[in-house]
């Protein structure tokens, strides 16, 4: 067949997929260890959703969303992050009437069109949360915390977290002024790209995310967010740092990381790991205290994360930390001739049914093939049945790690848990 998967995309066979499931419920017990509670939202939404939530100045927005139009003439979107979406939904079901703050999670996929590469995909996955209905500085720390928390969980140690402000909407007009100056200014302009022209304009702040060698050098020189911070900015990042000191959490100041979003308002962090190239951020998230206004609803403020999934495997498996053991089979029936093939299932069930995992060979193959499959799946003992069995009543029970062979009975109805603990 010429169908291939998607450019970007990818198959997670039974191996990988354990090891997923592995990864999801060690977040899920963090997420819970910290009071978050799971929502599971679209994974389409309306492409407006995202054009005023992530913002019309992000690259996100301006070329990487995969859109179309649905049956019914309406633009849909398929998301590229979660935190519009958890908005939209707290919002629909006014869940700030119901209690003052929340504290959300998810798990799933996103989409987003970049270029693939190694850490960056098409449809790649989050798990991100969102703690709505506070601005106090200590839930920046608690979810800081609760980043770093699910990333040790997952066996991480060698993490760099890196954190600013970029400050209220006061301090990010001020600063807009100088930086447009700064960038407008002959010999850097020149310099700059097409890009980076138009984010002069639409949002200066967003240069300081341009990837091209010439604009990187430019932006090295331009004033940065921190001598632009009002009072209140300022007392809000000291409390932040003074409550990660409390905690033991060590971190950098990096003035210039600002991120790739729009909504972004105070407190902004990125957890970095060593060692695995270009794409190293495995969790990226900040303060948003005005998107629940720009979507149209109360004063709410907000801060949140999100860690890319595939990007935290493989810097696991750069590190050799394993999560899943391969999984164990605790019986395998190794059915010999037609009459063995026969009693398959019921035995299997009747397996089933005092708890065990079982499986069999269905295939009537020779005797070495199926042990080998039964050494391959990691069974504890297998069940050897042929026609001799069969007349004599007496199945063969063999111990895989040494051997060791006993019989039990071939009624099944007189086997116990016991009967397989040899
Ligand atoms: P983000 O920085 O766009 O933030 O994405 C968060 C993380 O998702 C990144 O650090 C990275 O690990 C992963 N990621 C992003 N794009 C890709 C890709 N193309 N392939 C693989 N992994 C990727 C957000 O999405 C915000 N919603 C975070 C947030 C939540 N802020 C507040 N609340």
């Not at 070329?63 to 019914?72: H, W």
């Not at 209140?232 to 409550?243: E, I, K, M, N």
């Not at 005797?367 to 009543?393: C, F, P, S, T, W």
Request: glycine content about 8%; charged content about 30%; some cysteine.
């Amino acid at each position: 067949m010429d169908i291939k998967r998607l450019h970007g995309t990818m198959d997670l066979l039974p191996e990988a997929a354990a090891r997923w499931t592995e990864f999801e419920r060690r977040i899920r017990k963090v997420m819970l260890q910290f009071g978050f509670g799971e929502i599971r939202v679209p994974i389409m939404e309306p492409t407006e959703l995202f054009a005023k939530g992530t913002g019309e100045s992000t690259d996100i927005v301006q070329k990487e969303m995969y859109t179309f139009e649905d049956r019914g003439g309406r633009s849909i979107t398929l998301r590229p992050e979660g935190t519009p979406s958890v908005v939209r939904a707290f919002l629909e079901h006014s869940l700030g009437a119901q209690r003052p703050s929340w504290k959300l999670y998810y798990i799933g996929p996103m989409f987003r069109a970049e270029r693939p590469q190694q850490g960056r995909y098409r449809q790649f996955h989050q798990f991100g949360a969102e703690f709505l209905g506070t601005d106090a500085p200590h839930a920046d720390v608690e979810l800081i915390a609760l980043a770093y928390a699910t990333l040790t969980e997952l066996g991480l140690r060698e993490m760099r977290l890196l954190i600013n402000s970029i400050g209220s909407p006061d301090a990010r007009r001020a600063h807009d002024v100088e930086l447009r100056k700064y960038l407008r200014d002959d010999t850097n302009w020149k310099r700059l790209c097409a890009d980076c022209h138009r984010r002069t304009e639409s949002n200066p702040l967003r240069v300081f995310d341009c990837k091209v060698e010439q604009c990187i050098d430019v932006v090295a020189g331009a004033p940065t967010i921190d001598g632009f911070l009002t009072d209140d900015d300022r007392a809000h990042f000291h409390d932040v740092q003074t409550g990660l000191k409390s905690i033991g959490l060590p971190y950098e100041v990096d003035v210039r990381m600002v991120r790739g979003l729009d909504y972004y308002t105070r407190t902004t962090f990125e957890i970095k790991a060593e060692g695995i190239g270009s794409q190293d951020s495995l969790c990226g998230g900040g303060r948003y205290d005005l998107l629940v206004e720009t979507l149209d609803g109360p004063p709410t403020p907000a801060v949140g994360f999100a860690s890319g999934i595939e990007r935290i495997l493989s810097t696991l498996e750069a590190n050799g930390i394993e999560l899943a053991e391969p999984p164990m089979l605790d019986v395998f029936v190794c059915a010999l001739g037609a009459a063995a093939i026969e009693r398959l299932p019921q035995i299997l069930n009747r397996l089933r049914a005092l708890g065990f995992t079982a499986d069999g060979d269905f295939l009537g193959r020779g005797l070495k093939a199926q042990m080998k499959d039964a050494n391959r799946r990691n069974a504890r003992v297998a069940i050897l049945i042929g026609d001799n069995e069969i007349e004599r009543g007496q199945y063969t029970l063999r111990r895989m790690d040494d051997s060791q062979q006993t019989e039990i009975p071939a009624d099944t109805d007189q086997w116990t848990a016991e009967t397989f603990r040899t």
